[in-house]
Every structure is written in C-alpha cells, then in structure tokens.
C-alpha cells in the first residue's frame, strides 16, 4: 500500500508539472499572458486589416471587453496594418521590496511577463510588454533603439471597455485654469458611458485612477498608470465614453497657467528611441477592499533610486494654515511647534510666509531646538528651473530643514512630470522629503523615490473654506477615496478639522479623527488649533501621540465605496479597528473582537460624545467574541487594543 501510495503522489505532481509546463509553452506561444494563479488574463487580437484589441478576463469572466489599442505618431502609423513579428518567453519576475509610506509595509508579488513584437505596414517594429499577477494586468507600449530623432505621438487608441450595465466612482478632469487640472474634484457614482456631470469646474475628461463594479457586481477594477517620467506625459481619460469604450487622452497644450512653460501648438508626448512608455494598469479584485489593498501600481513602478533610505522617516505634522490661514507671524509659528513637540510629532509645516516669519524670528531655530524637523512650502515655479532647484535644495538643507511642500503645479504636461521626477532625484542628494500640492496624482513614485512622502491631488478639509457642496459630499468622499485616489500614492487630506468654517462641517468629530488613520499619507498634516488639541480628552491625546502615519499591515473588514469602511491596522506592537460611515442613515456593525484583537485583554472606543460634532466618548471594556456597534450617520469609531 504504501508503494502505491508512493507512485500516486509521484503520479500526480509528475501530472502537475505536466500541465504547468504545457501552460507555460501555450502562453509562450499565444497573445495572452496569464496570472500564476491563472485567475487573471490579458489576450491580444489582431483583425484581418490589421488591428490591435486585448480583453481582460478573471476566472473566464470578462473584466474588460474587446478594446482598442495602437500609437498613431508623426512617422508611422501603428493603428492598422499591423502582424506579429515575435513573442517572447515567458518570464516569472518576483517583486519583493518595502515602502516607506504603505498599508503593508513588505511587498512580494509574483508577475508573469511577456513581450509581443508588432510591425507595421511599412516594416516599422513595436512593442507590447504584457504582465498578469494576482491583482491585475497591464501593459505598455515600448520602441526600441533607433536613430536620435525626436518621435511624436499624435494619438493614443488605448480604450477600457467597460461593460454598460457597470457603475463606477470617476472624477472629472478638469479643464486647465488658474488652480486645475489639480485633481481636486468629486469622485462621481456613473453608469459606464455617462456623460461628465456635476463636476465643480468646467471638464474635458475623467480623471484615473477610475473604480468600476463589473462582471454583473462580482469584481471590481481601477484603471490607473503606473511608472509615468519625463517621457510622456500624465494621461486621463476622454470624457466621450458612448458604448462604455473609456480612451487615454493626453494633457492639454494650455495646461501652463503657474509654470514658465513655452506656448505649444500641442502637447502630445515626444522623445528620441529608445522610449518605454507607461504602464496601463488594470487592477482587478473580487472586493472592493482587494483593490484597497493593491500595491499593482508600484510592482510596476521602477525600484528605489535612493541606495540609502534610513534617512526617510514617516511621521505627524503640525500645521497653522487652515486655522491661521491669515497669520504669518512667527509667534504662531512657534506655537505650531511646540504643539508638534507637546504631542511627540516628528515634524512642524511651515506654510505660505514662513521666509518672513523666519528672518523676524528664527522659526526653524526655534523647531530644531525643540527636537522639531522643519518642513516648508514653496511655489512650484521656484523649483522647475534645474540650476535654481539644485541651488534652493542645498540652501533649506544648510538652514536645517527636512522636507518641501511645493505648490501649485497644475499641470500633467509632459515638461512638468519631467521636473517632479527632477525634484524628487535633487531633493534626495539633500536628504529632503517631498510633499507636491496643486499636483497631479502619483504613479507609483513613492517606490522609485520614497522620499516623495505625499501629495494632495485630492479634495480635502481645505474645501470648508471653498466648496459649499462638501460638508454634505464630505462622508461619501471618505469612502470613496481610498478606493480610487489612495490607491495611486499617498493622500495628503490634512485631516482632523473640526472647527466650523465658511461651510460648517456635518461628519461627527469621530469620523473627522477616524480620517487621520483610514487614509495613508508619509506625513499626517493635522489642520485645526492648538485650542482644539488642548481640549481633547486625555485618551484622544494620547491616540494622537502613539498613532503612526504608515501601517504594517492592514486588512479590510468592511469594504463599501461610497458607504462605509472599516479596516484593521497595524504598527509593531499598536492594533487599531478603524471605521466610518459615508451615508445619511445609522450602519450596524457587527464584530469578532476575539478573533480581531488576539493577543489582547481589552480594547479601548473612541465614539461619538454628547454634542456629537465636536465631542468624544471614550469607554474600555474586556473583549469579547461579539461586538455589536451602530455607526451614526456620517459617523465613525476607533478601537485601540489594549493588552
């Protein structure tokens, strides 16, 4: 028995490898690429004219529906007319790395790889780099070594098919102003194939990263860009989308109103061969809370450009701007810091003002002396010029400074993507951090340069002061954000503000505190005063002190866009259960603390108080296996396991 035992399970594994080689040599073979998992893949097409499609399927299931792909560039054309030159092996690479601002800190990602070579009419070579792991597909158009001619890309075919029965949270692009395109606008419940509506500036496009619930609401998928340089320039999304058919548009020529950028009769992408163009990224989950979690868009990104990371260090700022919007005395400075230093935070924001502030009354003196790094803002067009970028680095180096906030760029202009990477690369050879607002959002950036610690690109607490649609949009945002935005890099929301403003606040207070630890950001800029700090109960002090801006591991309890989310974080020894709810009705909540808390006696609530917009309730009691819980409209908790 034990011999035949013996031969069937030699028997079975022979059969395995059997299969799995023959799988290898199939796809080795054919226009697709397949997930290790198989669960994910990406099949090309070609019409008998010519023509470049590809869908993406899950379990055999169609994620994204036959869509087009091609380059149409000044020289050649690779729209049609194109056949199948080579197709390489398949490669397994294995992605394993860390992140200086994340929801899981270690990253170890298996991706399958191909390389399909077209020509065209005219003999003319592209390429397509497909890739298929556990989270999604992508791909990427890449040409070859040739002369040094500068290329151009007129038009980018590349759709997203996405079923019309779909609905999807989409933010519009807005049309290029004074402040836009910032990516500062409401992400939007559509139909696939809706038409831009209720944007708060005028649009010319949707914005990506863009969530959709496919496949009849079994799967969800964002489409993002992973891996974008100063080759090509930020991409969105056309907003004629009839048929569901989602294409790249390029930035607009006029993108230009805060940068020395020369006048253009267009803005497409140019560059000399050879040229590797972004990824177009599809991360596919069967939860919402799976595309969360994705870290497909840095598994594509470049690896770290910084040998030596130790410098880079997440941490908690203070920050007068939005309750001092109008003080730039260094009295209120110097208050701000040693706010930062009453609370343990590593840094201080200095915001617009500070050089003034400083030269009256030494306030990065002061904030070193306080054991306090010093951050401080800038105006984007100080830092587009390389010599005087280069110079000012050095220069807020020497005076004891840690890190920029640069300001007001505005703009997905190739020139401009091309002087962040820039900044990112001068900023560490001066050990500063990086914090971009007015900006684009980031693609997959924060791996290749984990100095880039954060980036608005966001509607945050800012728009209590400029938008009379957000105390009532504020809540669903929440829970829409880190979903879609999040998922790209980290978000700077300046959160906790609960001082009334022109537009007076709705979300309770715990849901104000609770943002703080649901969205991820290497620096956690707290808005609001120091008279609000020190009113706080002491067991809400003391979250702030110990709480951490980035996480070991986190996991998704519940996972609702646009209704509610509750996650479980991590820091070394720190556990927190943390949620929200995004709707006008009260959300019951039913939790396993045993499971969730192992390792731990009791647990501490933070929950809404009396007057339930500007006060807390704190209770602790010993844990048990239910833990029944109703969210208050717009609403939240956090729970902190005690041992």
């Known amino acids: 028995m034990k011999k035949r035992s013996v031969y069937y399970a030699l028997s079975f594994i022979a059969l395995e490898v059997f299969f799995l080689t023959a799988n290898c040599l199939a796809q080795t073979k054919a226009l697709y690429v397949q997930s290790e998992d198989q669960l994910n893949k990406i099949t090309l097409s070609l019409t008998g004219d010519g023509k470049l499609s590809y869908n993406v399927t899950r379990r055999n299931k169609t994620i994204i529906a036959n869509s087009p792909l091609g380059l149409n560039c000044d020289d050649q054309d690779f729209t049609s007319g194109l056949s199948v030159v080579k197709i390489s092996p398949v490669q397994k690479k294995r992605e394993q790395y860390e992140l200086k601002v994340a929801n899981n800190k270690s990253v170890d990602h298996v991706l399958i790889h191909k390389s399909i070579t077209f020509k065209n009419a005219q003999g003319a070579l592209m390429i397509l780099d497909l890739v298929a792991g556990k989270e999604g597909v992508a791909f990427r158009y890449r040409f070859l070594d040739g002369d040094k001619k500068m290329r151009v890309i007129k038009d980018e075919l590349t759709g997203f098919h996405i079923a019309q029965n779909a609905k999807g949270?989409?933010?519009?692009?807005?049309?290029?102003?004074?402040?836009?395109?910032?990516?500062?606008?409401?992400?939007?419940?559509?139909?696939?194939?809706?038409?831009?509506?209720?944007?708060?500036?005028?649009?010319?496009?949707?914005?990506?990263?863009?969530?959709?619930?496919?496949?009849?609401?079994?799967?969800?998928?964002?489409?993002?860009?992973?891996?974008?340089?100063?080759?090509?320039?930020?991409?969105?999304?056309?907003?004629?989308?009839?048929?569901?058919?989602?294409?790249?548009?390029?930035?607009?020529?006029?993108?230009?109103?805060?940068?020395?950028?020369?006048?253009?009769?267009?803005?497409?992408?140019?560059?000399?061969?050879?040229?590797?163009?972004?990824?177009?990224?599809?991360?596919?989950?069967?939860?919402?809370?799976?595309?969360?979690?994705?870290?497909?868009?840095?598994?594509?990104?470049?690896?770290?450009?910084?040998?030596?990371?130790?410098?880079?260090?997440?941490?908690?700022?203070?920050?007068?701007?939005?309750?001092?919007?109008?003080?730039?005395?260094?009295?209120?400075?110097?208050?701000?810091?040693?706010?930062?230093?009453?609370?343990?935070?590593?840094?201080?924001?200095?915001?617009?003002?500070?050089?003034?502030?400083?030269?009256?009354?030494?306030?990065?003196?002061?904030?070193?002396?306080?054991?306090?790094?010093?951050?401080?803002?800038?105006?984007?067009?100080?830092?587009?010029?390389?010599?005087?970028?280069?110079?000012?680095?050095?220069?807020?180096?020497?005076?004891?400074?840690?890190?920029?906030?640069?300001?007001?760029?505005?703009?997905?202009?190739?020139?401009?993507?091309?002087?962040?990477?820039?900044?990112?690369?001068?900023?560490?050879?001066?050990?500063?951090?990086?914090?971009?607002?007015?900006?684009?959002?980031?693609?997959?950036?924060?791996?290749?340069?984990?100095?880039?610690?954060?980036?608005?690109?966001?509607?945050?607490?800012?728009?209590?002061?400029?938008?009379?649609?957000?105390?009532?949009?504020?809540?669903?945002?929440?829970?829409?954000?880190?979903?879609?935005?999040?998922?790209?890099?980290?978000?700077?929301?300046?959160?906790?503000?609960?001082?009334?403003?022109?537009f007076p606040r709705v979300n309770t207070a715990v849901h104000e505190l609770a943002m703080a630890m649901i969205y991820t950001s290497g620096i956690i800029h707290f808005a609001d005063s120091k008279e609000v700090f020190d009113s706080l109960p002491a067991q809400v002090k003391n979250l702030l002190k110990e709480m951490p801006a980035t996480w070991d591991k986190t996991e998704y309890i519940i996972a609702e866009p646009g209704k509610s989310i509750v996650l479980s974080r991590q820091k070394g020894a720190l556990h927190y259960i943390v949620g929200i709810n995004g709707t006008n009705n009260k959300l019951p909540v039913s939790l396993d603390l045993k499971k969730l808390g192992k390792g731990f006696s009791k647990f501490r609530l933070i929950s809404e108080g009396k007057d339930q917009l500007m006060e807390f309730n704190v209770q602790t009691a010993p844990i048990g296996s239910s833990w029944p819980y109703t969210l208050a409209p717009k609403g939240g908790f956090i729970i902190q396991f005690i041992k």
């Open 169 to 502: 949270w989409l933010e519009p692009y807005n049309k290029a102003g004074k402040y836009e395109p910032g990516y500062e606008d409401f992400y939007v419940n559509v139909n696939s194939g809706d038409p831009i509506v209720g944007s708060r500036n005028p649009s010319v496009g949707w914005c990506m990263p863009a969530l959709f619930n496919v496949n009849d609401n079994k799967s969800w998928v964002l489409i993002a860009e992973s891996g974008t340089d100063g080759s090509y320039p930020g991409c969105h999304l056309k907003p004629d989308s009839k048929g569901g058919i989602y294409q790249i548009a390029f930035a607009e020529k006029d993108e230009k109103y805060t940068l020395p950028l020369a006048d253009k009769e267009h803005a497409y992408p140019e560059s000399t061969l050879p040229w590797v163009m972004p990824w177009r990224t599809i991360i596919i989950g069967d939860a919402a809370g799976d595309i969360l979690l994705s870290t497909l868009i840095t598994d594509l990104a470049p690896a770290s450009k910084i040998e030596d990371a130790s410098w880079i260090e997440s941490g908690k700022a203070a920050w007068s701007w939005w309750s001092h919007p109008d003080d730039h005395s260094p009295k209120i400075y110097d208050e701000f810091t040693d706010l930062s230093a009453a609370f343990g935070f590593k840094y201080t924001l200095f915001d617009a003002g500070w050089e003034k502030a400083n030269r009256e009354g030494k306030i990065i003196d002061h904030a070193i002396a306080k054991g306090v790094q010093p951050l401080v803002w800038g105006y984007s067009s100080e830092y587009f010029d390389p010599e005087t970028r280069k110079a000012r680095f050095r220069q807020l180096a020497e005076m004891g400074v840690k890190g920029v906030k640069i300001d007001f760029w505005c703009s997905d202009r190739q020139e401009v993507l091309a002087a962040i990477q820039s900044v990112f690369e001068d900023a560490a050879k001066e050990h500063l951090l990086v914090n971009l607002h007015g900006t684009t959002v980031p693609r997959g950036w924060h791996r290749t340069w984990p100095n880039y610690m954060t980036a608005e690109a966001i509607l945050g607490t800012e728009s209590y002061f400029y938008e009379p649609r957000f105390p009532d949009k504020a809540a669903e945002q929440n829970t829409v954000l880190p979903f879609t935005r999040n998922v790209a890099g980290p978000a700077d929301y300046t959160p906790f503000a609960l001082t009334m403003r022109k």
